[in-house]
């Protein structure tokens, strides 16, 4: 899948456990793992608002694009 999830990136940086993060933002640590993990189908405005929030960053931080080897 061309986009990325950072968030175990960020998660590592600003030293914060999944756990917290997916309880201050109202999500299960489940759902954040499908997340973090790039298993999510989609994402909600208002979880990505949440996410950028807790974290201090913006959604470019977040998400990122990265085109197929194929097309490079």
């Given at each position: 899948m061309?986009?990325?999830c ?5 998660l590592a ?21 499908v ?5 999510a ?6 979880t990505l ?12 931080d977040?998400?990122q694009?990265?085109k ?5």
């Amino acid at each position: 899948m061309p986009i990325e999830c950072r968030i175990q990136l960020l998660l590592a940086q600003k030293k914060i456990k999944s756990k917290d993060l997916a309880e201050k933002i109202g999500i299960t640590p489940q759902n954040l793992s499908v997340l973090a993990n790039g298993r999510a189908k989609g994402i909600r405005f208002s979880t990505l608002e949440a996410l950028c929030e807790a974290l201090e960053c913006t959604p470019g931080d977040i998400l990122q694009y990265e085109k197929p080897e194929d097309e490079k």
